[in-house]
């Protein structure tokens, strides 16, 4: 080893993070307080939506995108089987069906081509959803998937959980953040530790619909509502002179416990003021990498993104011929892991999960099989020295014999 090990993805805390989490433990709110709303609040404005509901982790993001198109048994959903489980769980902890599509070979996204295939191969499911994988934090074409969609009355969520400080082609040679919502209906993030920020769990689902963001609200906290205006039961609600009991609450949906800890807000509020500083240095270390890779081609090469994007990648991602160089995936991982260099492969196509295989049967898609067959991702945070950067590249290029 030459130098201290470099995991695959790390976060970022400094003084400014753990004075802001001091501050809410010491507060008087543990769980639920207003930092959440302060959160939720700051976060919607820095991505470009009406609104942004803040939950527990990436996996209840989804969740709640799902439950407030009102999914459920009898509709099917369109999946890119190159993603992590919880895109393709989401709708099915709905009830619905997933239809999973193939992806590109070689960027591991969902194409208009690949949805539209998908389509065609279920003619007679009720097909309500598509999810969409921002991989990596490489936008699909959202124009592209979005008109499909519309055309077909099909709703889009994007999984954004890699894409936060992104922005995707919107038409008209336009520019739109990921998570504006601008050809979506919900957008969803993790803000897992080696994501771009981070709140230590939880996740945030952004939408411009007010119905949406009631309902994921509503379900977020166990199906309760609190709002007099909205009670049914108005005998129970409110007293003999019209006033709204203090105490009561209707369960009115079964819900979940989905909320997230105020401290967990503050910590999310504090990275997010530096989400523009933390994209700067992941495109600057993206570029980086990009420049010193481009003479190991064809035979590692990173994932490419789509023309005119400008994204804000989570992780880096390269596509290495293992016949090539001779070796397989495990010993180059265990051959960089020896030099002090961490790698992890996003992601099993989920359509080869045995859950999946027992409900769907073996499904054959070729590009996902392909992406996954040479995809590695190798050492991105913000943190990273540029001649961090300069030692991964010299360990891959030793590979290559």
Same mark, same amino acid.
Do not use: K, M, T
């Given at each position: 080893m030459s130098g201290p090990f470099l995991p695959y993805g790390r976060q970022d805390i400094d003084a400014?993070?753990?004075?802001?989490?001091?501050? /809410?433990?010491?507060s008087g709110y543990l769980t639920t307080g207003p930092r959440v709303a302060e959160f939720e /609040? /700051?976060?919607a404005k820095s991505v470009g939506a009406r609104h942004a509901v803040v939950s527990n982790s990436g996996t209840a993001a989804l969740h709640l995108a799902c439950i407030a198109l009102d999914l459920g048994p009898g509709d099917s959903v369109v999946v890119p089987a190159v993603t992590f489980l919880a895109t393709a769980n989401a709708a099915r902890f709905c009830g619905a069906e997933v239809?999973?599509?193939?992806?590109?070979?070689?960027?591991g996204r969902l194409t208009a081509a690949a949805f539209e295939a998908a389509l065609a191969q279920h003619p007679q499911a009720s097909i309500r959803a598509v999810l969409p994988v921002h991989l990596n934090g490489h936008c699909v074409d959202m124009p592209a998937i979005r008109a499909i969609a519309e055309a077909r009355g099909i709703a889009v969520i994007e999984?954004?959980?890699?894409?936060?400080?992104g922005r995707h082609q919107a038409g008209n040679r336009s520019l739109a953040p990921v998570g504006s919502c601008a050809l979506s209906e919900l957008a969803c993030f993790s803000l897992h530790p080696v994501k771009t920020i981070t709140s230590g769990e939880g996740g945030v689902t952004s939408t411009n619909d007010e119905a949406a963001y009631r309902r994921m609200c509503t379900f977020r906290s166990h199906g309760m509502v609190r709002e007099p205006a909205d009670f049914l039961h108005a005998d129970l609600g409110f007293d003999a002179d019209g006033?709204?009991?203090?105490?009561?609450?209707e369960m009115q949906a079964l819900g979940y416990n989905y909320r997230i800890t105020d401290f967990a807000c503050a910590l999310g509020s504090s990275q997010l003021k530096r989400l523009d500083t933390y994209s700067r240095r992941r495109r600057d270390l993206a570029a980086r990498y990009d420049r010193l890779l481009a003479p190991l081609a064809?035979?590692?090469?990173p994932v490419s993104p789509a023309p005119g994007d400008d994204p804000v990648l989570h992780l880096y991602a390269v596509l290495i011929d293992f016949a090539v160089l001779g070796r397989s995936r495990a010993a180059v991982m265990r051959d960089l892991k020896a030099a002090g260099i961490g790698t992890m492969v996003h992601y099993i196509p989920v359509n080869r999960q045995?859950?999946?295989r027992w409900r769907y049967g073996?499904?054959?898609l070729p590009g996902a099989e392909a992406y996954y067959a040479r995809a590695l991702s190798i050492p991105l945070y913000p943190t990273m020295q540029d001649d961090d950067v300069d030692r991964v590249v010299s360990a891959l290029q030793a590979l290559i014999r």
């Open positions: 400014s993070d753990l004075a802001a989490v001091a501050e /809410a433990l010491q /609040a /700051a976060f239809i999973f599509a193939d992806v590109d070979p070689d960027s999984d954004a959980c890699h894409a936060i400080g006033e709204a009991n203090p105490w009561y609450y064809p035979v590692i090469r045995p859950y999946y073996e499904i054959r």
